[in-house]
């Protein structure tokens, strides 16, 4: 693979960097017009990266599925496993990837809440861009991840909405056949009676 780092293993998972994901920080710096601001800013920008294709590996892994390996690039990544057994482990793969930026958006939140009025500079300087891209870039990457279009993750996400109607249809379907019109439930049950008391009579005679 061309212009990629590899990072090592994470987890067992050989993990690869584009080299468009630093693009990041001079975007950062421009914005914040600070280098630590920026450079605070870009590890938190990759670790949201990261956090999104460990979301999908982990639940592939969950899935039964081998996980080959993740590639980061400037916008999102690849996270590249087996084959998917069926349509439901299809569907719930392409969202574990923004489940887990959800949760990170929503531990940053609580941090926001619980670092309100802090005074100290260090934390500020560290909490701010994090925080930042914890919160309002997180989102906007998650919009972006479900864009319902080629190789975003929406593309497969999305199908959960055909997936539950057809689910929903044949539930709809097998009610129907189970539900017996009253008139035959009372055949039936006159008969399961007759049956019954035939044994029982048999049982009787044989005393
Ligand atoms: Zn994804």
Known sequence: MENYWHLGRWFRIPVSMHWTVLLVFPWLWLMMQSVVGALVGSVAYALLLVTHEFGHAAMARWRGLSVEDITLSGLHGQTSHSYPRSELDDILIA???????????????????????????????????????????????????????????????????????????????SRKVVKLDPERRRALERKSEQIASEVIQKLGKKK
């Open 95 to 173: 969202w574990s990837g923004v489940g887990a930026q959800l949760l990170v958006l929503l531990l940053a939140l609580v941090a926001r809440y619980l670092l309100q009025g802090a005074e100290n500079p260090v934390v500020a300087l560290i909490a701010g861009p994090a925080l930042m891209v914890f919160t309002l870039w997180n989102l906007f990457l998650m919009m972006v991840a479900l864009l319902p279009i080629g190789p975003m993750d929406g593309h497969r996400a999305w199908r959960v909405i055909p997936y539950v109607r057809k689910l929903m249809q044949r539930r709809r379907r």
